[in-house]
């Protein structure tokens, strides 16, 4: 079972740093795919980052590569985001999101995605 619950957001200036936190209230996250989203307003959801399973490299969106940073730690059900150089386009609701694994060219999908958080909310401050 997959029960997502987000959190970590929060307020910070232009060039700041956040880690937003995903967890798993159900279970493990060990056989499933986990991504994180992100919509603003009036904007439609649009992909941030994925991974796949702990042992390989996670898959960024190039709107975001470079400046986030996706881990999993198995143990504790978590994943995270640390975003750092933080810009006012980066303002956003962030979902967490999971599915049984998925195969590579599906990873930026969100209809793909069976679990979904309720989000947090990221705003960036010029």
């Known amino acids: 079972q997959v029960h997502l619950v987000e959190s970590g957001g929060g307020l910070v200036p232009t060039g700041g740093s956040l880690r937003l936190s995903c967890i798993n209230s159900?279970?493990?996250?060990?056989?499933?795919?986990v991504a994180w989203f992100r919509q603003a307003p009036g904007k439609e959801r649009e992909f941030v980052a994925a991974n796949r399973r702990s042992d390989e490299r996670p898959y960024y969106s190039d709107s975001v590569k470079g400046r986030v940073t996706m881990s999993r730690d198995n143990a504790a059900n978590a994943v995270y985001l640390q975003m750092s150089s933080l810009r006012v386009e980066d303002t956003a609701v962030y979902y967490c999101?999971?599915?049984?694994?998925?195969?590579?060219?599906?990873?930026?999908?969100?209809?793909?995605?069976?679990?979904w958080g309720r989000g947090t909310q990221v705003t960036v401050s010029s």
């Open positions: 999101a999971s599915a049984p694994r998925l195969i590579w060219s599906a990873l930026g999908l969100s209809t793909q995605y069976h679990y």
């Open positions: 159900e279970g493990t996250f060990d056989s499933y795919t």
